[in-house]
């Protein structure tokens, strides 16, 4: 039956209060073979490439985008915009008025250079990976027990995550991502209004819409940068062990969350998404993987500057 909020947001505080001390307790040194052994990679950079092709696109991100079409914005029946790949991958995305400093194509490939198996030596943990709320069991406190969170199906867990990589699963697919327009895309096409249209110089797309995480998500969102986030990177940091690049490679995995699950492109031999919720997930996602231009903030970018070592 359903819970309320107040309840899912404390149970959902202790446990990124539990994992954050997990993740505290087991910070260890790992080597690039041990870092590259995880199979929490196959979530992230094995969805970039083909084997033995690593230096080119494959994978998930060549059978999705590379070369199809893209409907972006509207209806089925008449698509704002009906745009190739090599049309749309260099383009620059405005999204809610915030305008981003990197595009897909560039996205992409940042992150299948970045996020390679074997450049994540330094610091690991012991991690589920994988824990987004298809994952997760809310256990109703009885006898004077809080309710909890429990953790299952933990394919991709393992005894030398990548300290960084560890919580990127759950941070997006439990605060950003939404069923309606991720899974069951086919409620975003009357629920949302998702409008694209070219910018005036013919450089940039950009896409207007009414989705809004709500009340929940903001929640879980300041929960998990207060709680996890922020002592994770400030443990990276004293060890010595936080990257200078490390917000790159936090929002180039967020950008493989949506990109690389499902397939978000609408039209010919796309995935379930229509128009909207194509241009929708599209935009979360460069919202995630880019950073905004011209010192705007959203609230992904928000989060982590309150959480910088």
Known sequence: RPVAAVRLIAAQADADRLVADRYLATLHDITADEAAAEPLHRLFHDRLIDHGAPERPGGRMARFYESRVFHLGGRAE??????????????????????????????FDEARARLLPARFAGAGVVAHGDAHNANVWFETGADGMADRLVFFDPAFAGAHVPALLAEVKATFHNIFAHPFWLYDAAVAEGLYTVRARLDADGRGITIDHDHDPGPLRRAFLAAKGDLLWRPLLQALAARGQLDADWRRVVKLALFCCPTLVMNLRAGPDGGH?????????????????????????????TMLDAVTP
């Not at 090599?86 to 008025?97: A, I, N, S, Y």
């Not at 919202?287 to 011209?294: D, L, Q, R, V």
């Open 273 to 301: 998404h229509g128009p909207a919720a194509s241009a929708l997930g599209l935009a979360i996602a460069v919202a995630m993987g880019a950073e905004p231009a011209g010192g705007a903030a959203d609230p992904l970018s």
């Open 78 to 107: 008449v698509p704002d915009l009906t745009l190739s790949w090599h049309q749309l991958k260099d383009l620059r995305w405005t999204v809610g008025g915030i305008t981003y400093d990197r595009g897909l194509g560039a996205l």
